[in-house]
């Protein structure tokens, strides 16, 4: 069985400053890491190929040169190869064009029997990538799984379903999207991250590698700009205390942080 592991990397958010004021993002350090979706993918795949004989883990990544670090921290967490997705014609892509390209390392592998891909991303937040892709290939998919399971040709997953918790079979190929919370990482153990970077290559694919038209990758969105709402004003209650407590529960209540009825919603 072979899964394909989409991974990104992300600037550390504890480097990175929002001021609202001056409507600016400050990287006070610029420190690059997995994104934690991305690892819980790779954690859900390094424990599937520990259940399975024959079993094959690949980790794929679009980015620039740096991102070579992040595909060798998936080798020492165990993957078994790694290929970097890096050309200049890459440079501008949106969720579209990534997605194309992603398909395209897919089926210069091989195909997969299943990609493992994070929910969300950390700095977008987008979700986009693994239902996109799903699409791209024509693969059976299954969003914001918890736990994961394949026997018998096919993936037995458990989703959030409303409130609670479903269980979705497909058969494969399919795409499928991690919690991160349920795959907390393991530590890469410290000969793998020493072979990393000593003894194991990571291959670069552009263009020409893997039969794209840079014609074809116009990307559909722009980037503009960016701006930021005004800083937020603390809310103030004054009155007899039965008033302001009346006004505190109608405020939670609005912002949607208690229920009345049911409970707390965040508190």
Not at 157 to 164: A, E, I, L, V
Not at 167 to 186: C, D
Request: glycine fraction near 8%; include cysteine.
């Amino acid at each position: 069985m072979r899964m394909v592991i989409p991974i990104k990397q992300i600037l550390d958010p504890a480097g990175i400053t929002v001021r609202r004021d001056k409507e600016r993002i400050f990287i006070n350090r610029e420190e690059y890491i997995i994104d934690p979706g991305s690892k819980a993918a790779l954690e859900a795949a390094l424990r599937l190929k520990e259940e399975r004989d024959q079993a094959e883990t690949i980790a794929i990544s679009l980015g620039p040169a740096r991102t070579d670090d992040a595909l060798r921290e998936a080798l020492a967490m165990g993957c078994d190869a790694a290929y970097l997705l890096s050309d200049p014609a890459f440079e501008e892509a949106d969720l579209s064009v990534a997605t194309l390209i992603l398909a395209a390392a897919v089926r210069k592998l091989g195909g997969a029997d299943l990609i493992l891909v994070g929910r969300q991303s950390g700095d977008t937040g987008a979700g986009q990538i693994g239902p996109r892709l799903a699409e791209a290939l024509g693969y059976a998919q299954v969003t914001d799984v918890y736990a994961l399971a394949v026997e018998n040709g096919a993936a037995r997953t458990t989703r959030r379903w409303g409130k609670g918790y479903a269980t979705v079979q497909v058969q494969l190929p399919a795409v499928v999207t991690v919690a991160p919370e349920a795959f907390p990482p393991r530590y890469p153990h410290g000969a793998r991250i020493m072979n990393a970077y000593r003894e194991w290559n990571v291959p670069v694919w552009g263009c020409a590698d893997l039969n794209l038209e840079p014609s074809s990758l116009t990307p559909l969105l722009t980037f503009r700009g960016e701006s930021f709402p005004p800083p937020l004003e603390p809310e103030r209650f004054r009155g007899n205390p039965t008033t302001v407590a009346q006004e505190v529960i109608t405020a939670l209540t609005l912002h949607k942080l208690i229920n009345p009825g049911g409970g707390s919603h965040g508190l």
